[in-house]
């Protein structure tokens, strides 16, 4: 059973080992028009997860400061 957007992904290929399923997913979104558009979203939802994984962690951001 093919599922009905295998046509518009190339990571839709058999599988063939984990190294080249990641290949296959960075290929991906280097490719096609909306690239750009899902490049800038998958960065904007990571920089906010990692804020909030350091607010819960509560992060001390006074080790970047200079302490002169």
Same mark, same amino acid.
Request: no cysteine.
């Given at each position: 059973? !093919?599922? +009905? /957007?295998?046509? /518009? +992904?190339?990571?839709?290929?058999?599988?063939?080992?984990?190294?080249?399923?990641?290949?296959?997913?960075?290929?991906?979104?280097?490719?096609? !028009? !909306?690239?750009?558009?899902?490049? +800038? @979203?998958?960065?904007?939802?990571?920089?906010? $997860?990692?804020?909030? /994984? $350091?607010?819960?962690?509560?992060?001390? @951001?006074?080790?970047?400061?200079? +302490?002169?």
């Amino acid at each position: 059973m !093919e599922h +009905r /957007f295998d046509a /518009f +992904r190339s990571t839709a290929q058999p599988p063939r080992g984990l190294k080249n399923k990641f290949f296959w997913a960075i290929d991906d979104l280097k490719s096609g !028009e !909306e690239s750009k558009k899902s490049n +800038r @979203l998958v960065l904007t939802i990571a920089l906010i $997860l990692i804020f909030f /994984f $350091l607010v819960i962690i509560d992060f001390d @951001l006074s080790i970047f400061t200079s +302490r002169a």
